[in-house]
């Protein structure tokens, strides 16, 4: 006997559906300790992760790519429920121009600051009241290339599990490991181990090239607007500029970030600590 055919969700009214769409506000995230993630790349990498997938939304019509097709049925083989939803429906739940018919729910993950050790050689990113969703996702990916541990959120900094940081960070976020805290945590963490905080600054008179940036480095970074401000700078252990040769001032965010991580990778690899 065949298998009966999948329920289908039709009505934007649906309970289940609107409570995937408050999933859009950081408020509702945070609450139900979950996350909207859409687009075949990023729901592939989190059902290839084992990421924690409490719902795949599949809409047939839009989700014509036979790689999203085998997607759907591997989930659904590894008991993962898969809500069918009409296209009306997926395009009330999509910020994408083009929906390609396919999203996960998926449960967040963090670590507490206190339980994080870092080895010899250890790199993390902290952040400090970065406010563009879209920077945070691309620092997420970044650290994944660049081999680092992962990413410290501090304060008020935006959330890697919005959906435009999400889609920016093209699964890593499932890779990298997320931390949440307070700056005056923050500092007393990195006392207790002995960690290199290495700040930026435009007026620093240390080159990122040839700074020294220790055994164990968190690389500190500001906001987009303001940078690091001179409170914070002072509660690093060295603040490193990166040249401005033309008539800017100053990098994006996850531009200045990238270039700074994979100076710390380099400077491992040439003491053979990489």
């Not at 993390?124 to 990413?151: F, H, M, P, S, Y």
């Not at 435009?164 to 500092?187: K, N, P, Y």
Request: hydrophobic share 45%; charged share 30%.
């Amino acid at each position: 006997m065949p298998a009966p055919a999948p329920e289908r969700i039709t009505s934007t009214a649906n309970a289940r559906i609107k409570r995937f769409r408050a999933l859009r506000m950081r408020k509702e995230r945070d609450e139900a300790g979950l996350a909207f993630v859409e687009g075949i790349r990023t729901v592939a990498e989190a059902i290839q992760l084992r990421a924690g997938i409490e719902a795949i939304v599949d809409c047939p019509e839009l989700l014509r790519s036979a790689f999203g097709r085998d997607l759907v049925d591997t989930a659904r083989g590894a008991g993962v429920e898969v809500i069918e939803v009409s296209e009306a429906v997926f395009r009330t739940l999509s910020k994408r121009e083009g929906p390609q018919g396919i999203a996960a729910v998926v449960r967040q993950e963090w670590e507490r600051l206190d339980e994080v050790r870092l080895k010899p050689g250890g790199r993390w990113v902290a952040l400090e009241e970065a406010a563009d969703a879209g920077n945070i996702g691309t620092i997420v990916r970044t650290c994944d290339a660049a081999g680092a541990d992962g990413v410290i959120l501090l304060d008020h900094t935006a959330d890697p599990y919005d959906p435009v940081a999400m889609r920016a960070s093209t699964g890593a976020v499932f890779t990298v490991r997320l931390v949440r805290a307070t700056f005056e945590q923050f500092i007393d963490w990195a006392h207790a181990q002995q960690v290199s905080i290495v700040g930026t600054a435009g007026d620093a008179t240390d080159d990122y090239r040839s700074a020294d940036y220790g055994d164990r480095t968190v690389v500190l970074m500001g906001s987009e607007r303001a940078g690091l401000p001179p409170e914070r700078q002072r509660q690093c252990d060295r603040v490193v500029s990166i040249p401005m040769l033309g008539r800017v001032d100053s990098l994006n965010l996850a531009v200045a970030t990238g270039l700074v991580l994979y100076e710390v990778l380099e400077h491992r690899r040439r003491a053979g600590r990489a």
